[in-house]
């Protein structure tokens, strides 16, 4: 990936003033939907839409990487009776920061991509749920949504045609579990968000037991583009199993942590080196978690030649997740690392599933014993233990989410571990 | 017809049964938390774990592809998955714990994590004995515990309501005590509050959880969560007897069991019968044992004169002898029999026979029906268990206007069971100068008033059936001994440990708790006697089986075919519909 300096921007170019409708528009905005819902031609039907998205395969941006377009076609055929799509802007998986810059810089392009979505699946209101710590942000699509009303981009009729669709938006209450898909859905009716047994998928029984969508920002903020140039224009940015522009948040110990918009597949080095400009005073690169605090950790060794994709981040022992990056140096204190990340954890889980709700705060406690130098080997082991125990037995991912950063933590750091530890020679069996 | 394989064994299906349902059906165990047959499946407890696969069918010919041993492909789910919430398909097979040790392994690590937060403290628990949780780590459970941090500690007996005790410690979240104010009472008044492991169940600020069907959750929560406020460390589950009844605080009928200590009443809970009250019950049924218990009738008494306060004891003799004294020296027009749908289609049967006979008339009857009380679950209009057995058995029913004329003109007044008085239909000082014999079980105002009180016993006493407002016949045990019976004798009283190796030096074996009544057809034999006659029933079948012989609707109704159908719908169904 040579040519990354001379990659054009489209999901937050480098144009002043795109937050606002009119400047987004002189720039080719609503081009899109205009002709979706125009140009019968090119778009006979909503089914068009879809296909091409489809074929244009944009892996979700949420951590889940599946294909958007295959997802929209799960609707089941329209009865008359409401449908929704839900935006998934909880975005509170620590080391994510990317769809604030689109609220931010490009508001409109994800209000287009998910009014393209809507009409694609004849949705009748979109929710777009975000994080409710993004205050200002709020404020921000709370305006851009209302210029969209203003200037018929919403609401009833838009842009002349017979096609409506409302869009509201909805402010969550800080809970890291609001982001999973379906306890998002119940956070949207107003209940516990505690995540739904599935099946029945949401796409059957979502919101108020209506078909139902979700999508993550990032990915809807792609559709404008694939419409505009075509599936095969997606797929000919990046990586050729998870085509398409991704928004990588690097955060840490470099030099220029930010939100960076580049194809994917990016090898990871040159995110760092030369992306973020390398680590901060010169220190050594220990490790990164590539895709938000859940994803593995892989150690800097593993990291040559390694790029950013799902399927090179899996066989690297890991996974692509949100692309949130978070790098590490030499400094850095693995064991205490881990320790923060299971308080997330255990401050984070819902309590729905037993594995989850006592297994997060034991390995919390377990781990603390450790960081304060009363742990023994025997733990580290009870650790593993206690993960394998979590995961694939709960409702939704998080108990997954939890259990993989101690599982593959401790594995690949063993020997930090132990440096911590006193040696027992009970097992733990 | 689907098939399903199930630790080996093939069993055929019909519709789309849940996993759990069906395993359970067939007398297999699958260890559960969360799961309650007659609310929601959240499959949160993560406790009923099978290993479930399918048998691989080649798409174009249907057939099923085989394995190089020549066995029929299987496809396995990668995850474990629970049972409660799985449809069955065709073709699954499953694996419980019986033969796969993935599974047993999960069960027993889902009960370590359960018990990680959960504070042990069994030894002074009121669900210890009965607790699934107790009886599920016994069975599945790992043998020691490897957590040796801090317990999470959260709220202790916090008073949810005004019959609700919560010990949030113990509470595991299993969120079958809010389904059941969200589905089954749907008064909404419990949720889960906080997160994580600190999360456990509660009422909105402000407000207190006085759902009349509250005290289910108790019998709900898996563990002692929720306790009874009144029940509480009362005693132990493994003291008391255990005997099947019926909740006669209203007209539905619902089937409860008596908890019996020392021949005292400690609780009531309900009992499943999926044609009255399925799982459930209303707390003003439980409410039974202080009249089960307390300001009970003993010994006959008698007014020596009529303006004495009070009445003083005297002896069965002397009681029956005042009786025949009254009835003989009045003229039968002057006296007027009252039956009750309090009492049991027995009491009320005998009680007319011996009208008919001696005293040449007609019992009659006013009914406790309150228009509007009821809802739609187990809450009736009628507030009185038999109405529609006195209906049935002939009973004269009368209006307030009809019965307070008839008091008026009568001199002697027999009388079962109403407290008159209490209800405001009459007054002391309207039955100033009449003579009041009362047969009843409680010191109510109307005992207070009477001329002669015989004390009968009462519906966890004896053996009887009553007739709920959809006209099904249901019948009693005896729960507590009378001075007269004797649980080693009578072989359908249940006797528990205390019962059989307990003595008279213990603190549990205490005769001041039997009371000093007999049975309504008893007394009325025992009177009979007095004027030549025989009504000889020893026993409610005897009264039963005479009344079943005479009256065309009881044709055919026996105890043993109401323990055996749980209860007989007296009138067939269309009729019902028809009437409906």
Known sequence: MSDWTTYEPVLIPNIAGLDRLETYRKHGGYDALHAVLHDQNTWPDPASVVQEVKEANIRGRGGAGFNAGLKWSFMPPVDGGPRYLACNGDESEPGTFKDRKIFEYNPFLFIEGATIAAYAMSITSIYVYIRGEYRSWIHKMEKAVSDAYDAGLLGQNILGSDFSVDLVLHSGAGAYICGEETSLLESLEGKRGYPRVKPPFPAQRGLWGRPTTINNIETLSNVPGVIRNGADWFKSIGAESHPGPILYGISGHVNRPGVYELPSGMPVMTLIEEVAQGMRNGKKLKAIIPGGSSTPILPAKDLEDLTMDADALRGAGSMMGTAGMVVMDEDTDIVETLWRISKFYHHESCGQCTPCREGTGWLEKILEKVVTGQGTTRDLDLLLDITSQMEGRTICALADAAAWPVRYTISRFRDEFEARCKPSLIPVG | ?580
């Open chain 2, 1 to 580: 017809m689907a098939e399903i394989v199930i630790d080996g064994i093939p069993y055929s299906f019909e519709g789309k049964p849940k996993l759990l349902d069906f395993i359970l059906s067939k007398n297999k165990d699958v260890p559960f938390f969360c799961y309650h047959p007659s609310m929601s499946a959240p499959a949160n407890c993560r406790m009923c774990m099978v290993k479930v696969g399918q048998y691989v069918k080649n798409r174009e010919t249907g057939d099923y592809e085989l394995d190089d041993q020549g066995e029929r492909r299987i496809r396995w789910f990668p995850k474990l998955q629970t049972s409660c919430n799985m449809d069955m398909m065709d073709d699954m097979i499953v694996h419980t714990h019986e033969t796969d040790d993935l599974v047993k392994r999960a069960h027993k690590d889902t009960l370590e994590m359960i018990l990680i937060n959960h504070p042990l403290d069994c030894p002074i628990c009121d669900q210890a004995g009965e607790c699934p949780l107790q009886i599920q780590t016994y069975k599945y459970g790992p043998e020691g515990s490897r957590f040796e941090v801090k317990k999470q500690h959260k709220p202790k007996h916090v008073q949810l309501g005004p019959r609700v005790t919560l010990d949030a410690e113990r509470c595991i979240n299993c969120t079958r005590c809010t389904r059941f104010t969200d589905e089954i009472s749907q008064s909404h008044q419990l949720t889960i509050t906080r997160r994580g492991d600190k999360n456990h169940p509660t009422t909105a600020p402000g407000t207190v959880f006085d759902d009349p069907y509250s005290m289910n959750t108790i019998d709900l929560c898996p563990v002692g969560a929720l306790t009874s406020t009144d029940f509480r460390f009362k005693a132990r589950v493994w003291e008391m007897n255990q005997t099947p009844g019926l909740d006669i605080t209203n007209g539905k009928g619902v089937n409860v069991d008596l908890w019996t200590r020392d021949n005292v009443v400690l609780r009531i809970t309900p009992r499943h019968n999926p044609h009255v009250n399925e799982y459930w019950m209303t707390d003003k049924g439980r409410d039974a044992i202080h009249l089960y218990n307390e300001q009970r009738l003993s010994t006959p008494a008698i007014r020596l004169h009529p303006n004495d306060s009070s009445l003083v004891m005297t002896s069965w003799d002397n009681a029956y002898q005042t009786t025949q004294e009254i009835v003989e020296s009045t003229d039968t027009k002057q006296i007027l029999v009252l039956g009750s749908p309090y009492a049991s289609v027995e009491e009320n049967g005998a009680w007319m026979q011996f009208s008919e006979s001696i005293l040449k008339q007609s019992p009659s009857y006013t009914t406790h029906i309150e228009k509007e009380s009821g809802d739609d679950f187990l809450l009736v209009d009628d507030q009185a268990p038999n109405t529609y057995g006195c209906e049935l058995l002939g009973l004269k029913k009368r209006t307030k206007a009809a019965f307070k004329k008839a008091v008026a003109e009568a001199k002697v007044i027999l009388s079962l069971h109403d407290d008159y008085i209490e209800r405001g239909w009459l007054s002391e000082e309207e039955i100033k100068g009449k003579t009041w014999i009362y047969f009843g079980t409680n010191h109510t105002q109307m005992a207070k008033a009477a001329t002669l009180t015989i004390p009968i016993t009462c519906a966890v006493e004896h053996t009887a059936s009553y007739v709920n407002v959809d006209q099904r016949i249901q019948r009693t045990y005896p729960a507590k001994e009378t001075k007269y019976t004797n649980r080693r004798l009578d072989l359908e009283m249940s006797e528990g440990r205390l019962d059989r190796f307990g003595t008279k030096f213990d603190h549990w074996v205490n005769e001041d708790h039997k009371v000093d009544c007999k049975p309504l057809w008893e007394i009325v034999g025992d009177l009979s006697l007095l004027w030549g006659h025989t009504l000889s029933y020893r026993h409610g079948r005897d009264v039963l089986d005479a009344l079943a012989s005479n009256i065309p609707a009881l044709e055919g109704v026996t105890y043993q075919a109401m323990d055996d159908q749980r209860g007989i719908l007296l009138t067939s169904s269309e009729t019902q519909e028809a009437s409906s």
